[in-house]
C-alpha cells in the first residue's frame, strides 16, 4: 500500500471515529436531555416515618441537591405496598416519577393473586441502597437466651406460643420463613401496625417478633425486650455480639431487609443512570452513612444491572418459601 493510500485510510477510519463517538455522545445526552427540567416525584408505598419513608426522605434530600431540583416524596400506603407500586408501575416512563422499593416487591407476588403490577417486567432497576436485618427478639420472662433455646420451647409447648408480625410485612414473611425452617409451631398473630406488635411484645401478650433494628434496639436497650439474633448471613456491624439465626440452630437461613429505588419500565437508561449515580454519590455521604449505621444498615448503592439481577433473583425465591410456609394473607 502507497503512503498516500495508508494515509486517506487513515483519515477515512478517524472521520469514521470520531463520527460515531459524536453520535453516541449525543444519543446520550438526548437520552436524559436536561433532566431533571422540573420536580421529581418519588412514591413511598407506605406511611410517613416508617424506615423506608425515612431512608427515602433522606435520599431525596441530597439529589434535590445534587441536581438542583426538588424529589417531592408523595406516601402511599396501603395493600401491604401493592397499592403505591401499582400507581408507579402505571406513570409516564419519563423519570419524573420514581419509586422507593423494600423486599414487599419482590414478594407480592406469592401473596397476591391479581397484582397491578409485575415487579420484573413493569420496573426498571436504579439501584440498591441499603440492607438491614432484622432482631429476633423474645418477652424477657421468656426463658430463652438463644435461637437454639427458642426451637426448643416452642418444640415443647406447640401452638403456645406467639409472634406479633405486621400483616404481609417483610418482618411477617421473616417470620414465617422461621417458622418453616426451624419446623417449629408458633402462631403468627397479625397487627396493621408494628407500633403495636412492639406495644404487645413488651407486654407479654405475644412472646417474640421479628423486628427492625431502628424499631427494636430501643426496647432492647431499655431492657423491655432480648434480642438473641438477627436475620441476615452475616452479623450486624451494629450489634456483633448478636449471632445470626444460621449459626443458632436454622442452618441456610437468610432474610435480609432491602431499600432501593426502581423507575417505571421503558425510563430512559441516561435518566436511570444519572440517578443510580447520584444516589450511589448520597449513600457514601458521611451524614447519610452515619444516619444508616444508627439504624442497622449498611449503604450499598449499586448499579442498575446489580438490583435488577437481585429482583429478579427473589421473586421465584419468595415463591417457593411461601409456598413451603403454607402462609396465607389474613
Same mark, same amino acid.
Given at each position: 500500500m502507497s503512503l498516500s493510500l495508508a494515509c486517506s485510510v487513515e483519515v477515512v477510519f478517524s472521520i469514521a471515529f470520531a463520527t460515531l463517538a459524536c453520535f453516541v455522545s449525543i444519543s446520550h445526552a438526548q437520552d436524559k436531555g436536561?433532566?431533571?427540567?422540573?420536580? !421529581?416525584?418519588?412514591? !413511598?408505598?407506605?406511611? *410517613?416515618?416508617?424506615?423506608?419513608?425515612?431512608?427515602?426522605?433522606?435520599?431525596?434530600?441530597?439529589?434535590?441537591?445534587?441536581?438542583?431540583?426538588?424529589?417531592v416524596i408523595e406516601n402511599r400506603p396501603g395493600g401491604g405496598g401493592t397499592i403505591g407500586y401499582g400507581v408507579a408501575a402505571k406513570a409516564p416512563p419519563d423519570g419524573y416519577t420514581l419509586l422507593s422499593v423494600v423486599p414487599t416487591l419482590t414478594y407480592s407476588p406469592a401473596l397476591h393473586a391479581n397484582l397491578p403490577?409485575?415487579?420484573?417486567?413493569?420496573?426498571?432497576?436504579?439501584? @440498591? =441502597?441499603?440492607?438491614?436485618?432484622?432482631? &429476633?427478639?423474645?418477652?424477657? *420472662?421468656?426463658?430463652?437466651?438463644?435461637?437454639?433455646? @427458642?426451637?426448643? @420451647?416452642?418444640?415443647?409447648?406447640p401452638g403456645v406460643l406467639a409472634m406479633g408480625q405486621t400483616n404481609g410485612s417483610p418482618n411477617h414473611l421473616a417470620a414465617a420463613y422461621f417458622i418453616s425452617a426451624a419446623n417449629v409451631n408458633i402462631r403468627i398473630i397479625p397487627y396493621k401496625a408494628f407500633g403495636q406488635v412492639l406495644v404487645d411484645a413488651m407486654a407479654g401478650e405475644v412472646q417474640a417478633l421479628f423486628g427492625a433494628v431502628v424499631n427494636t434496639r430501643p426496647h432492647v436497650n431499655a431492657g423491655k425486650l432480648r434480642a438473641i439474633a438477627v436475620s441476615g448471613a452475616q452479623r450486624s456491624a451494629l450489634l456483633p455480639q448478636l449471632p445470626t439465626v444460621a449459626e443458632s440452630g436454622v442452618p441456610g437461613y437468610d432474610v435480609t431487609g432491602w431499600y432501593g429505588w426502581v423507575a417505571p419500565a421503558g425510563t430512559p437508561a441516561g435518566i436511570v443512570n444519572l440517578v443510580s449515580t447520584e444516589l450511589a454519590r448520597a449513600i457514601r455521604s458521611p451524614?447519610?452513612?452515619? =444516619?444508616?449505621?444508627?439504624?442497622? *444498615?449498611?449503604? &450499598?448503592?449499586? =448499579?442498575?444491572a446489580q438490583f435488577?439481577? @437481585?429482583i429478579a433473583d427473589e421473586v421465584p425465591r419468595w415463591l417457593k418459601i411461601v409456598k413451603a410456609a403454607g402462609m396465607r394473607m389474613e
Open positions: 436536561d433532566y431533571p427540567a422540573k420536580p !421529581v416525584r418519588v412514591i !413511598v408505598a407506605s406511611g *410517613a416515618g416508617g424506615p423506608s419513608d425515612v431512608q427515602a426522605r433522606l435520599l431525596a434530600q441530597k439529589l434535590s441537591e445534587s441536581l438542583k431540583r426538588q424529589f403490577f409485575d415487579p420484573i417486567r413493569d420496573f426498571a432497576p436504579i439501584a @440498591l =441502597t441499603a440492607r438491614a436485618p432484622y432482631i &429476633v427478639a423474645v418477652h424477657p *420472662a421468656l426463658p430463652v437466651r438463644s435461637v437454639r433455646e @427458642l426451637i426448643a @420451647l416452642a418444640r415443647s409447648k451524614d447519610v452513612a452515619r =444516619t444508616l449505621a444508627e439504624d442497622g *444498615a449498611d449503604p &450499598v448503592g449499586s =448499579t442498575p435488577q439481577k @437481585l
